[in-house]
């Protein structure tokens, strides 16, 4: 091998050598580390009660059956969410009554927490155009969504919340009245509750009508009235009532008027929380 | 090669090499300082080619003292030597093209004479003479001309010439010379070589530093999709990827040089015309014709003339080109209320089952909202339209150039150009110093953006040159000599021209948690403007001393910037969905307030647009020795070093908050230094071997450093955001903008009195940062084969020493590990400082290579001439964005584990596979007829991309939608959720189209259990075929030719013939899954379990199926679907 035969050998082995060695390295990510486990379910859960006219409403939690179908006035127990941190509810009607467009809703679910759904209004209700001719509200049922803290009440007692969730009714006010044992004696009112108002005011002043308020546990009869104020004549005429009902010691309870007056199909639907 | 089997030892044949490279360097310093003598070794500039050779006796005997005259016969110019002791000549630096006719003299012996059709720019041409003695007869052949383009002593590094005679066959849409420049094997995509950003090319003018060098695009004018100068004017273009010769300096991907055309004795000249327009376009993809609305209409028009010629016959010269061209693009190929590939546009604008039209999507909506007056709100603002419209490009070009042969051994050339050029361009999809909208702003199936959101970006530039070519001391010496300045003036308008309107940028995500639509003006649009101001001194000295060529030269660049870059000035509003927005500008709320407000004011009393003004420079030293004094082998051996210098004083301020604070590990910033100054050197070793000495077969190659530069931009970033100028107001998400609602004034939440900067972010660059340099080797064989046909095999392969990448000091550690994945998990306080919102901090890093390997067969001489290569490139780096915005750099840059410490991933420009060849013919015939046909071909991947989240599942809220995905290998491995309210799908049924989809992808399918590789997702191949025919009719009166040429152009003749052809397509959605929150959420710490993600549908609601989406457009290159035919009508007389 000549001189000039061994300088370009030489040079041409080392570019060689610099290309092939290092070159063509792979990229450099770190080892995943999945894990395979089902997901967190049992910390936030959902209770769904039919507060409409709507027929046979069937629950879907992420487009999954869940719970039973539920005739106005029925609600499901707690449904734990498939995951938490957003999950989506969806209501179907049995033979669409709901019309073309199932009910759903998406939300942000937090950790550890309960909630209900409430399925509101008629199924006629009108879509709501805008001026411009787009339609702004699909109209029919719609959701109602709250908080329920389960937090045991105290001994002796039992929590109750009152929602108004009869469409064409006016603000009405409710009396609890018990009626045994005789030890107890104290009257609830909630006054001015207007229809899907969960709370009034902010700030410090806020008023959380998802709130519970302990009541002495007993059989109460339920009165509500079609009145911003509960009135003070006993022989006022509620619009819907429930007599005998146990509030329970321990126990947590939501009371809602539904319905329609115009139908007379109002009622007053109790959900029991544990 | 033997060594090659044995590289299964690496450090052992590692070891015997260096061993060996040590005695080659022992070798070659030897060598320098060896007597001169034997064969004479040459060097040429960068605007002219050499001609060199030996003159013997018939025996082959040396011939010292004979003449030789060289005349440039169009031109007349002459040049004059006498040979060497060796009986050896060189011209060094000879004007480009041709014929030359040399004459060869020499007392006793008979005159010769001999014509060289063309001396190319940057390849030497040979022409050895053997002379008879007075009276002999000749008995045998004289050895004929040589002419090297490929093999040639000169040749070591790879590269690609381009000659007038291509421009004028080849086909070129859009009479762009990177149509090209794409022939260059090595070439990518967007004017990339090697699989390198092409902000890291050194494009040059006849020699002259013509870049924009700040940086916001690789060529000048190229924000205004403009050339710098126009085809006409060109007479040859080199790409440079490895040049061992240390005058190349100033990049790390390619050295493009232009050189422009020069007059000549004959007048010469030529007027032209070239139209297209969507009448002269395919309609159809994949069988579908396309509606009316989908193919909506453009135009091109491109007309000028050039004329050349003497204004002293053999002494002046002159040349000019003007060009102007005037173009439309369609605004919206993906328009509301239609479906792409089937699938509704802007998700859900038309649901199956719903007779109205979403809410959610309707644009008319939004718009009509905007537009009324008095309906809730006090303010009217027009959006503009989201239908299409016309988007205008503009551009002027002209050129002037003298040439003045002073004598025989000067000749000048001033050369002045100038570029006016605008374009409308669609609003940027970036976020500036937080992270942009999901899915970016501009049109796609997703995305509409409205009209006013447009900007119209002005690009100027006017440039003078002068360049002077002397030898001396009878062709020993030559010395080169250029001076230079470019100006720079860049602005940017409102869409459709005008000031920019005061109203804030607002993005509304849609129901596929896409950025549904923009509106209001581009974020980065007002006040934006960037003077740059470039002189350059070079000169070159060459001395040709026997075997050795001595070069000692040095390149100047001064550069002074005014940028003012005011970024989110007018804020940034992001809702969650048309109903949020028009709820929130009419009765906000904390359940409609937007869900991301920010915007960035002066800080600076009296100046709400402050500017970065700053000075630097690079000087470039370099000696080198060319040696020929080995049989058949050429060296070169040379050393440059580039020494950028910023300048300390001027534009620079301190700010003491800064400067008090500590970030991470104790690390202190100062923004008001840059950094200091380094020299920064380049060795290179170049070889050229002719093995046989009858040039069938030539070894080159060598090794060497690059040194390049940054685009100014990144240095400039740390002027413009340094605390002092800006203040930021960031509010990330609904809760914190519960009380502050939108507002149409964009001083809304802007104090009323300035007051010194209290949150802001800063750019700096580290204090030892250096410019970035590649160490580059490459070796090419060449081979010539039978019929002309020159076959070659060419690796390279680059690696990084200083490349550059973005960290922010600011950043808190992390709090955790995403449970389920491994990744560091962010908490909810991500600032170390809380005043600063982010400190990027510029670095070096000497991770990323680059390694190509290509194979070639061309022909380039004779009536039918073509090339065919193949590449293959790798291509691997820690940050492949080429944004101008450090905190662009930074935040969408997709990565896993560490957004501060990157890891290799695939460069932007990869492209693993490339074939590209061009084959052309040409015959007269019947005396007045000729017809040129032409093709290129080229094959590649179109692209490469990442699979990403949407969102920032990590908690680093401020570089969303670049967290790479892991591909779970079941449905345990991932948490999925519906995307919406009206998602009807279950979990099962979700997974199974994510699973679908993941098993018809076929790089995700091959990563299951593994993340995804940032750029390792390949859009598919594509088959590209462009033809052009020429016909010539022409005319002969005396010397001149005047001919009337007509051509037709065809882009993507494939899809043409079958419209299922030549498709190109986009990623259907590269943020494949959307982070919705976490398996057990917790406001105080951030975060715990798993990440929980939606898959979303395609807009109709079906599932997602293909990786791709065809695209339809026409008009964006050369790369498109359809099938394009241009027109064009030309006037040559010469």
């Known amino acids: 091998m000549n001189k000039s035969m061994k300088l370009v050998a030489a040079l041409a082995a080392v570019a060689l050598v610099a290309a092939t060695v290092t070159s063509c390295k792979k990229t450099e990510y770190p080892d995943p580390s999945p894990t395979t486990a089902g997901p967190n379910t049992a910390s936030s859960r959902v209770l769904v009660a039919n507060a409409s006219n709507a027929a046979g409403i069937s629950i879907l939690l992420e487009n999954t059956a869940a719970g039973s179908t539920l005739t106005p006035g029925q609600n499901t127990g707690y449904l734990p969410f498939p995951l938490v941190s957003s999950a989506q509810v969806r209501v179907k009607g049995a033979g669409g009554t709901l019309g073309t ?21 008629s199924i006629a209700r009108p879509k709501v155009t805008n001026a411009l001719g787009t339609v702004t509200d699909a109209g029919g049922v719609r959701f109602l969504q709250v908080t329920d803290n389960l937090a045991a009440p105290a001994a002796g007692n039992a929590h109750v919340r009152f929602f108004h969730l009869a469409a064409d009714g006016p603000p009405v006010s409710v009396r609890l009245q018990p009626t045994a044992p005789a030890s107890v004696t104290t009257t609830t009112l909630i006054q001015n509750r207007a229809y899907r108002v969960t709370s009034v005011g902010s700030g410090t002043a806020l008023v959380n009508y998802a709130s519970f308020t302990p009541v002495p546990a007993a059989t109460y009869n339920v009165q509500v009235f079609a009145s911003a104020t509960v009135p003070t004549s006993a022989t006022a005429v509620p619009v819907a009532s429930v007599s005998g009902l146990p509030l329970a010691d321990g126990k947590i309870y939501t009371i809602y008027a539904r319905g329609l007056i115009r139908d007379r199909t109002l009622g007053a639907g109790v959900i029991q929380h544990n | 090669m033997k060594h090659v089997t044995e590289s299964n030892k690496p450090n052992k044949f590692m070891y015997k090499n260096l061993l060996q490279l040590r005695a080659t360097l022992v070798l070659l310093g030897g060598m320098l300082i060896a007597a001169f003598g034997g064969q004479q070794a040459m060097a040429q500039g960068v605007t002219t080619s050499s001609i060199s050779g030996a003159v013997t006796d018939d025996k082959g005997g040396q011939l010292p003292g004979a003449t030789v005259i060289a005349i440039h016969t169009p031109s007349g110019t002459k040049y004059g030597i006498t040979t060497n002791t060796a009986g050896r000549y060189t011209f060094p630096a000879v004007r480009i093209g041709g014929p030359y006719e040399i004459t060869v003299t020499f007392v006793g012996f008979q005159e010769q004479k001999r014509t060289i059709q063309s001396a190319d720019l940057g390849v030497p041409t040979a022409a050895n003479f053997k002379l008879l003695e007075e009276g002999k007869q000749l008995t045998e052949v004289v050895i004929s001309t040589q002419r090297g383009s490929i093999i040639d002593a000169e040749r070591a590094g790879a590269s690609t010439n381009f000659k007038r005679e291509s421009f004028e066959r080849l086909p070129t849409l859009n009479r762009s010379f990177q149509d090209f420049s794409v022939l260059t094997p090595q070439a990518g995509p967007g004017f990339s070589f090697g699989g390198r950003s092409n902000l890291y090319n050194n494009f040059s003018i006849d020699g002259a530093t013509s870049n924009n060098v700040f940086g916001l695009s690789a060529l000048p004018g190229g924000q205004s999709n403009a050339q710098p100068v126009s085809v006409d004017a060109i ?49 159809s993809i994949a069988g579908v014709e396309l509606p009316a609305l989908q193919r909506p209409s453009f135009t091109y028009n491109n007309f000028g003339a050039r004329v050349g010629g003497a204004i002293i016959k053999n002494k002046l010269f002159f040349f000019g080109n003007f060009e102007r061209e005037v173009a439309t693009s369609p605004s919206v190929l993906y328009p509301f209320g239609q479906s792409t590939n089937g699938i509704a546009n802007q998700a859900g604008s038309s649901l199956p089952g719903q007779s109205t039209v979403n809410p959610e999507t309707d644009l008319e909506r939004l718009r009509t909202f905007l537009v009324t007056p008095n309906n809730g709100k006090s303010w009217t603002f027009d959006p503009g339209t989201y239908n299409n419209f016309d988007v205008p490009q503009q551009s ?18 001033i050369r002045y150009n100038q570029l006016n050029a605008f374009r409308d361009v669609n609003p940027s999809g970036s976020g500036g110093f937080l992270a942009g909208p999901t899915g970016g702003r501009s049109n796609n199936n997703n995305t509409l953006p409205f009209s006013n959101s447009y900007y119209r970006i002005l690009n100027n530039l006017y440039s003078v040159f002068g360049e002077l070519n002397s030898s001396f001391g009878n062709g020993k010496f030559a010395n080169n000599l250029q001076v230079g300045y470019n100006i720079f003036r860049d602005t940017r308008q409102q869409g459709g021209g005008g000031t920019v309107t005061s109203f804030p940028t607002v993005d509304i995500t849609g129901p596929n948690g896409q950025n549904l639509t923009s509106f209001g003006p581009d974020p980065f649009t007002p006040n934006n403007r960037l003077d740059q101001d470039v002189i350059q001194i070079n000169d070159k000295f060459d001395a040709f001393l026997g075997a050795h060529t001595f070069t000692l030269g040095t390149a100047n660049e001064f550069y002074k910037f005014y940028n003012v870059f005011t970024q989110v000035v007018n804020g940034i509003y992001q809702f969650n969905s048309i109903s949020d927005f028009i709820n929130n500008a009419t009765a906000p709320t904390a359940a409609n307030a937007p869900s991301r407000f920010y915007q960035q004011y002066s800080a600076i009393s009296g100046d709400p647009a402050p500017a970065a003004n700053f000075k630097a420079s690079q000087l470039g030293f370099y000696a080198q020795d060319a040696y020929s004094g080995i049989k058949n082998l050429r060296l070169t051996l040379g050393l440059r070093v580039d020494v950028p210098i910023y300048s300390q004083k001027s534009g620079l301020f301190p700010n003491p908050t800064v400067e008090g604070l500590r970030f991470g590990d104790s690390e202190q910033l100062f923004v008001d230094r840059l950094p200091k100054t380094t020299p920064l050197f380049s060795p290179r070793l170049g070889f050229n071997y002719d093995v046989f000495g009858n040039r069938s077969l030539q070894i080159r190659g060598g090794v060497g450093i690059f040194t390049g530069r940054v685009p100014f931009v990144w240095i400039s970033n740390q002027l413009s955001n340094n605390g002092v100028f800006f203040n930021t107001i960031n509010r990330s998400t609904q809760a914190a903008n519960a009380t502050t609602a939108f507002s149409p004034n964009i001083n809304q939440y802007v104090p009323s009195t300035v007051t010194a900067a209290s949150s802001f972010a800063i750019n700096v660059t580290a204090p030892n940062f250096k410019f970035p340099q590649v160490f580059r080797t490459n070796v090419g064989v060449d081979y010539t084969l039978p019929g002309g046909f020159v076959a070659t095999g060419e690796l390279i392969y680059t690696k990084d020493i200083n490349a550059v990448y973005i960290r922010d000091a600011n950043l808190a550690a992390p709090v955790g590990t995403l449970a389920g994945d491994g990744r560091p998990l962010y908490g909810t306080n991500l600032l170390i400082n809380s005043t600063v919102t982010q400190a990027l901090v510029q670095e070096n890093t000497n991770k990323g290579y680059a390694f190509s390997l290509t194979g070639q067969i061309q022909k380039t001489t004779g009536r039918y001439n073509g090339s065919l290569a193949y590449t293959y490139t790798d291509s691997k780096d820690l940050n492949s964005q080429s944004g101008s915005t450090a905190g662009g750099l930074l935040t969408s840059n997709p990565y896993v584990n560490n957004i501060n410490a990157p890891t290799l991933g695939y460069a932007g420009n990869w492209f693993p596979h490339r074939v590209v060849g061009y084959v052309g013919y040409r015959f007269d015939y019947a005396k007045i007829f000729a017809t040129t046909l032409s093709l290129i071909y080229e094959g590649r991947n179109q692209g490469n991309f990442s699979y990403t989240y949407g969102g920032a599942p990590t908690g680093l809220v401020t570089a969303a939608n670049t967290n790479l995905i892991y591909v779970p290998r079941s449905q345990s491995e991932i948490l999925l959720t519906t995307t919406n309210a009206t998602d009807t799908r279950s979990t099962q049924q979700i997974w199974d189209q994510l699973n679908t989809y993941i098993d018809q992808d076929k790089y995700l399918s091959s990563r299951r259990g593994q993340y995804a590789e940032r750029g390792a997702a390949l859009l598919p191949w594509v088959n590209f075929l462009n033809f052009r025919l020429l016909q010539d009719f022409y005319v002969k009166t005396g010397n001149s030719r005047n001919t009337i040429q007509v051509s037709v152009e065809m882009f993507n003749v494939l899809n043409f013939l079958k419209s299922d052809w030549g498709i190109v397509k986009s990623p259907a959605r590269t943020n494949i899954l959307n982070f919705v929150g976490y398996e057990t959420p917790n406001t105080a710490t951030g975060t715990t379990g798993r990440p929980i993600y939606s898959f979303a549908t395609n807009g109709d609601g079906s599932a997602l199926a293909s990786s791709y989406i065809n695209n339809q457009g026409v ?20």
């Open chain 2, 396 to 413: 002027t070009k002209f050129l002037a150039k003298i040439d003045w042969n002073i004598n025989d051994n000067n000749k000048l050339t």
């Open chain 2, 1115 to 1134: 008009f964006n290159g050369t790369t498109t679907s359809r099938w394009q035919l241009q027109l064009g009508l030309r006037y040559i007389f010469n």
């Open chain 1, 101 to 121: 467009n199932d009910l759903s809703t998406k939300f942000a679910v937090a950790a550890g927490t309960n909630y209900t759904i409430f399925v509101t209004d």
């Open chain 2, 235 to 283: 007479q040859e273009i080199s790409v440079q990827l490895s040049p061992y010769d240390v005058s190349q300096g100033a990049f790390t991907g390619a050295g493009v040089n232009a050189v422009t055309r020069s007059g000549t004795n004959q007048i010469q000249g030529s007027a032209y015309y070239y139209t297209k327009n969507d009448g002269l376009a395919g309609k």
